[in-house]
């Protein structure tokens, strides 16, 4: 069982940056896959990023790549999302998420483990 408490999310402008970070506790963080989604109202939860369990593969949505970075450190049982040049349209709903995998899942189904979530708004 993997509990995941994410942080950092707040209010910022267009062009702005924000890191979010997503706390795990339980056994073994660093055998699990950890990835960002994201949900904007009336949309449905899309996957941001995601990381393997050595942090030497990463997995970005094409809305994201160059702007966004995924990381993680095992000895902390923490990912992060650092997340620049910020755009009205990442606004959204920012849930950390967990699997036991050997790969990069893509899907939501595919994640075992989610946290709360933590708004991110972008104003223009």
């Known amino acids: 069982q993997v509990q995941l408490v994410e942080s950092g999310g707040g209010l910022v402008q267009a062009g702005g940056s924000l890191r979010l970070s997503c706390a795990a506790s339980?056994?073994?963080?660093?055998?699990?896959?950890m990835g960002w989604f994201r949900q904007a109202p009336g949309k449905e939860r899309d996957l941001v990023a995601d990381i393997s369990w050595t942090g030497g593969s990463t997995y970005y949505a094409d809305s994201v790549k160059g702007r966004f970075t995924i990381s993680r450190d095992n000895a902390k049982n923490t990912v992060y999302l650092q997340m620049n040049s910020l755009k009205p349209e990442d606004t959204a709903d920012y849930y950390c998420a967990a699997r036991r995998s050997n790969w990069l899942p893509r899907a939501t189904e595919e994640y075992d483990y989610w946290g709360q979530g933590t708004q991110v708004t972008v104003s223009s």
């Open positions: 339980g056994r073994a963080f660093s055998s699990y896959v």
